[in-house]
């Protein structure tokens, strides 16, 4: 099973804004990093995932989660 942090909160709260922080963080040290778009706003993250690391954070609130 892959490791992974869901983040759960109401819109416009920075949920995107922490993910995208946190996979550029990753991709600045060499790490490979997928963005996993929402479907429904293009502008918003269902979640970002770090394969080397085996990890995700992912977006546990309604619809995505």
Known sequence: PTPSTSSRAGPG???STL??????????????????LCS?????????VFPALNTAIVDGTAPHG
Request: net charge negative; proline share 3%; charged share 25%.
């Open 40 to 48: 429904g706003d293009p502008d918003s993250l269902d979640a970002v």
């Open 13 to 15: 709260c920075g949920k």
């Open 19 to 36: 993910m995208r922080r946190v996979a550029q963080q990753a991709a600045q040290a060499g790490e490979a990093v997928e963005y996993i």
